[in-house]
């Protein structure tokens, strides 16, 4: 249950990004988490929540896009999304894959305030 | 301008503090010359009692030291300085995991150049700590024997953020029916061309060949930072 941490790293990040800006009304945080991020959404959410707790980001929505795991395959010399299932092999032609070009992102994309 | 609402690109990583932190703890460890060797697994698979062995058998020819989370007690701290090692514990309270900047204010009073080695035992977690960076050369992932074969698979993700997997406890491999194959299997399946190294941390089975591996990694890390 790291998703406490990660949600105060959350709340401190929008607050230093709203100070920069001259103070920001924010109604929504959004989001993009992959799948190999090791962030479970449900746990996030809530812990947001308690994160905001008494701070200028009470009320506001966590909105949490999913991003699921892309790898390279050299063989087929292509891109391909993988399921959980099979990890870590190309779902064209089998062939085991490592690099991973999608799916470990743990990022805020952007900020919805209220103007 | 009432009502309305606009979105604000921001696009940062959330652990973009702890990255930061970590590189700079990794330069830091590279000019002083010193090779950090972090550790992750579950409670109990036996990572306290490697680190002890690991540690003793180093000794003689290398100036080591190591950090060891834990949520609460000291008294992993004192197992390891039986060893003869500096030692000293990051007592993490509720949290679950290490965090670069928990690294850095335990090394406040140490003299980084004085050493060869560093070893991080994190939190015993197979979840959380595959985020964080903390500025490691190479993170070992311990599997032993008594957890089954399909650890990696039900935990990809701290797999895939490891170098190395230690399977321990290998005396007790027939004890349990430990399936080898199987669970190299699936360590290859999370984490192809992972390399696996079988120890017995009770016996010393394979403590030897761990420790020659450590040695021959901090060399070839050092010639990739000298032909840098």
């Known amino acids: ?115 | 301008m009432s009502g309305g609402t606009r979105i604000i690109e921001v696009r940062q990583n959330i652990l973009k503090k702890n990255d930061l932190l970590a590189r700079d703890l990794r330069q830091r460890f590279h000019d002083a010359g010193v090779y950090v060797v972090s550790m992750v697994s579950s409670p109990g698979a036996g990572k306290t009692q490697l680190l002890e062995q690991t540690l003793t058998k180093l000794r003689p020819e290398h100036s080591v030291a190591a950090l060891v989370g834990d949520l609460a007690t000291e008294n992993d701290a004192a197992r390891l300085a039986r060893s003869g090692a500096p030692v000293k514990q990051i007592t993490t309270g509720t949290l679950c995991h290490l965090e670069a900047s928990m690294v850095e204010s335990a090394l406040n009073g140490w003299n980084l150049a004085e050493l060869d080695f560093l070893f991080v035992e994190n939190v015993g977690n197979l979840v959380c700590p595959s985020s964080y960076d903390l500025g490691e050369d190479l993170r070992l992932v311990l599997h032993s024997v008594t957890e089954g074969e399909d650890k990696p698979l039900k935990y990809p993700t701290i797999f895939n953020s490891a170098d190395v997997a230690v399977i321990t406890k290998m005396d007790l491999a027939a004890a349990v029916e430990f399936d080898e194959a199987a669970a190299v299997r699936n360590i290859q399946a999370v984490r192809p061309g992972m390399k696996i190294i079988e120890v017995s941390a009770k016996s010393g089975a394979g403590v030897d060949a761990l420790i020659e591996f450590l040695r021959s990694s901090k060399e070839a890390g050092k010639a990739m930072v000298a032909s840098e």
């Open chain 1, 1 to 115: 249950m790291h998703e406490l941490s990660i949600a105060m790293s959350i709340v401190e990040m929008v607050e230093e990004e709203s100070a920069r800006r001259g103070g920001l009304q924010v109604a929504a945080v959004h989001l993009r988490i992959g799948q190999l991020a090791g962030v479970v959404k449900e746990a996030l959410v809530s812990s947001y929540e308690m994160a905001c707790a008494d701070t200028p980001l009470e009320g506001s929505q966590l909105v949490v896009e999913e991003v699921p795991v892309v790898m390279y395959c050299p063989s087929c010399d292509a891109r391909q999304p993988v399921l959980a299932s099979e990890w870590f092999n190309c779902p064209e032609c089998g062939a085991s894959v490592t690099e991973i070009v999608q799916g470990k992102e743990l990022e805020v994309v952007s900020l919805e305030v209220d103007e």
